[in-house]
């Protein structure tokens, strides 16, 4: 089987019937306790704060992780690592104010909150926006660029194959319901973490090793050394390039390319917030491991993700950095360049044993995604679709055999859509293709959500304008501000640059696409807020809030102060 030996084999076998075998067993433990539709979406009160914070973590990293932010370490570096770094702090601050509020009004999904502080105009609007999103953007790049990797380790010839392996092993997980997506995810991430950590070590020994000649590589050296050969790849601040038209052949190219991704500083007054604070706190996806449990147990659960996303970068960034350093130094054979494929060429190096350790990793926490990922889209359906609009008189059998006909339904739409790539997710780069098109909605849904929880007068047309003004505003700078305003204004910098893909040069002028985010989300804002004060004081729909809800006791503001220490450490040494 093309680069795996018998033993990477073995070593993947025991990971797929360890994992199916502990799901198996939770599910037929738990299946005796409740057949309730509340318990198979979001095994209400069953989870642990532990179970709840590897869930979200095996959840989150996934193949745009593993793939796609090791292909963005290639390309341009640490900075990208902002997007775990910020995360923790944005759990933090779900943890200790989103939180609270889900779980005193009962909030069990997003739609749910949408309409109970709004209307049912809003929540069936963002109830389709979500299943579209999850389905078409989201589902359809973790299991494309998740088959790419494998398959370029299998010689390149069992994509399909490999895309129906991973629907089947995440369908086994996902028809399980919550419950056992939640605990088989626990030895997800583990396998993750000891898999991802492995190939990191191997991977700076490899590097110590080819580049400094030594004969048994030494991973701390390799560290240095990839800090010796690439210090623009160890800087967290892109700095704002000088000219705003480069070609191919001029050294400033990369730099505007790079820019445009990760956007210095301006990005910190702008996208990264938003990306981060709607993703875990106004996501479906991910709030629906916390939304069953009492807060206490959400809290320290989220808190506890907040802290083991500090280590995240290093397994999903740091070898892209040592693929780029390999790379230029001529010590990548066979390796094209392709940000994408950086991670898949560091595994070819590993040895026997640990290869199957490392591509067991990555399908863990593929198929954790996936099944998550389709749990989320059955409950949104179920609950705010079928049960409201299709059969309000369902009964909890229908409902739970209607959530696993969606499972597969959803699963069948994402294999159409990635069987010859039709999205070009490939050609866009995984990591900036999904932050990029969740980009769309994510101003108008975070302004929507940030309001409608701590505003008391945001009024239902408010949200409705919001949302629709988010989307419409978010395509309006990506693809016609330039050609109205120019490419400079005091709003934002356009960049023109030449890009290389398939042998073909591509000319492209854009915004840095999470300052679109950022102008996005404040004109929102602004907009919100003045057809708001058109209506009553208060409005009769808004949550009542309790400044007891945000106290937090002692133990989890260790928690909070220590994760946020070692951020500030983190930052000083890397700005």
Wanted: with cysteine.
């Amino acid at each position: 089987m093309g680069q795996l030996a018998t033993i990477d084999i073995i070593i993947f076998l025991i990971y797929f019937v360890v994992v199916a075998g502990y799901g198996l067993w939770i599910y037929k433990k738990k299946k005796s306790e409740s057949t309730g539709s509340k318990d198979y979406f979001l095994a209400e009160g069953s989870l642990t704060w532990w179970a709840i914070g590897a869930s979200l973590i095996a959840s989150n990293i996934s193949a745009e992780q593993f793939i796609g932010m090791s292909g963005e370490g290639f390309f341009v570096g640490v900075a990208v690592a902002a997007y775990e770094w910020i995360a923790a702090v944005a759990l933090i601050i779900i943890a200790v104010w989103f939180i609270p509020i889900y779980l005193k009004n009962k909030i069990y999904t997003m739609p749910q909150f949408l309409e109970t502080r709004y209307n049912k105009s809003v929540s069936l609007i963002m109830a389709v926006f979500w299943l579209f999103l999850y389905v078409i953007v989201n589902l359809t790049s973790i299991l494309y660029l998740g088959a790419l990797a494998i398959d370029t380790l299998l010689g390149g010839e069992h994509l399909h194959i490999i895309m129906i392996v991973l629907l089947l092993m995440a369908l086994l997980i996902g028809l399980g319901g919550m419950k056992v997506i939640g605990y088989t995810d626990v030895i997800q991430v583990a396998v993750l973490i000891i898999g991802g950590f492995a190939t990191v070590y191997m991977a700076l020994q490899i590097v110590d090793q080819r580049i400094n000649g030594v004969a048994v590589g030494n991973a701390f050296a390799g560290f240095n050394t990839l800090m010796n050969e690439a210090p623009g790849h160890f800087k967290l601040m892109l700095d704002k390039p000088t000219t705003t038209t480069t070609t191919l052949g001029m050294p400033e190219n990369l730099q505007v390319q790079k820019y445009v991704v990760l956007p210095g500083l301006a990005m910190y007054f702008a996208g990264q917030w938003i990306v981060n604070l709607n993703y875990w706190g106004c996501n479906q996806y991910i709030t629906q491991r916390a939304l069953g449990a009492d807060l206490k147990t959400a809290r320290t659960g989220i808190l506890f993700a907040g802290f083991l996303k500090l280590f995240m970068p290093i397994i999903v960034m740091l070898p892209g950095i040592a693929a780029y350093v390999l790379y230029t130094k001529g010590q990548l054979p066979g390796f094209s360049g392709v940000k994408d494929g950086a991670y898949s060429a560091i595994l070819t190096f590993l040895p026997s044993g640990l290869k199957g350790l490392a591509v067991a990793a990555l399908t863990a926490a593929i198929v954790a995604s996936l099944a998550g990922k389709v749990n989320s889209i059955s409950t949104i359906f179920t609950l705010d679709i079928y049960k409201k609009y299709l059969k309000a008189d369902a009964t909890e059998i229908q409902m739970v055999r209607t959530g696993r006909w969606v499972i597969i339904g959803a699963m069948m739409v994402a294999l159409a859509f990635t069987w010859t790539d039709v999205l070009g997710i490939g050609g866009e780069g995984g990591f900036t293709f999904i932050q990029k098109y969740t980009g769309f909605i994510s101003p108008g849904v975070f302004a929507m959500f940030l309001l409608g929880m701590f505003w008391k007068r945001t009024t239902g047309t408010a949200a409705l304008v919001g949302v629709i003004l988010g989307f419409v505003l978010a395509i309006f700078f990506n693809s016609f501000a330039i050609g109205i305003f120019g490419k400079e204004t005091w709003l934002y910098t356009a960049f023109t640059y030449e890009k290389l893909e398939n042998g073909v040069v591509h000319t492209i002028t854009e915004i840095p696409f999470l300052i679109n985010m950022g102008w996005s989300f404040f004109i929102t804002i602004v907009v919100m807020i003045l057809i708001s004060l058109a209506g009553p004081k208060v409005n009769p729909k808004a949550f009542a809030i309790d400044s007891k809800m945000f106290k937090v006791d002692p133990r989890t503001m260790v928690l909070i102060v220590v994760t946020l220490l070692l951020l500030t450490a983190i930052y000083v040494r890397f700005w």
